[in-house]
């Protein structure tokens, strides 16, 4: 059998899942379709990734659903990252098959990365939130509706 993606398996080695710590986890579409530039599928993952957060799994503190991407930072819950990311991918693909997005709708694996202090955490919430406006989507990042804000976004930005 041939891998779809030979280097995928690379994505998984030193992976480690602490209860507890924080992650920045980014997750693509399969063959990185703009799927989520319609507003109902991009409402689906947003939801799912909230049905995540209210579930206690990963305590998401910042996420932005991209047309072809996600990326989410935040605390990891008593479950390992690949617990996580298969609920994540499964309960959102139902639901955007449902509503007639041909699957398959996530790619394999996701990219995940630790983060060490507040400066690695809150350097990677700004890349998740800036995202839509380096692609040029919006011009600010309260314009652009697929996204979840930390606490503590508009008052650090306004200061």
Same mark, same amino acid.
């Given at each position: 059998? #041939?891998?779809?993606?030979p280097?995928?398996?690379?994505?998984?080695?030193?992976?480690?899942?602490?209860?507890?710590?924080?992650?920045f986890l980014?997750?693509?579409?399969?063959?990185?379709?703009?799927?989520?530039?319609?507003?109902? $599928?991009?409402?689906?993952?947003?939801?799912?990734?909230? /049905?995540?957060?209210?579930?206690?799994?990963?305590?998401?503190?910042?996420?932005?659903?991209?047309?072809?991407?996600?990326?989410?930072?935040?605390?990891?819950?008593?479950?390992?990252?690949?617990?996580?990311?298969?609920?994540?991918?499964s309960?959102?693909?139902?639901?955007? #098959?449902?509503?007639?997005?041909?699957?398959?709708? /996530?790619?394999?694996?996701?990219?995940?990365?630790?983060?060490?202090?507040?400066?690695?955490?809150?350097?990677?919430?700004?890349?998740?939130?800036? $995202?839509?406006?380096?692609?040029?989507?919006?011009?600010? #990042?309260?314009?652009?509706?697929?996204?979840?804000?930390?606490? /503590? /976004?508009?008052?650090?930005?306004? $200061?």
């Amino acid at each position: 059998m #041939v891998c779809a993606d030979p280097h995928s398996r690379n994505l998984r080695k030193g992976r480690y899942s602490h209860p507890g710590h924080y992650y920045f986890l980014t997750t693509s579409v399969s063959g990185r379709r703009p799927i989520f530039a319609d507003d109902d $599928n991009a409402t689906i993952v947003l939801n799912s990734v909230r /049905w995540l957060r209210s579930a206690g799994r990963f305590l998401i503190d910042a996420a932005v659903v991209m047309p072809d991407h996600l990326h989410v930072v935040g605390e990891l819950g008593e479950s390992t990252l690949s617990q996580v990311m298969h609920s994540l991918k499964s309960f959102s693909a139902r639901q955007l #098959v449902a509503a007639g997005v041909i699957p398959p709708v /996530w790619q394999d694996g996701y990219h995940d990365h630790g983060l060490r202090d507040d400066e690695d955490y809150r350097l990677k919430i700004r890349y998740v939130l800036q $995202n839509p406006v380096r692609a040029g989507l919006v011009r600010q #990042v309260h314009e652009y509706p697929y996204l979840i804000l930390p606490e /503590w /976004w508009k008052e650090d930005v306004e $200061n």
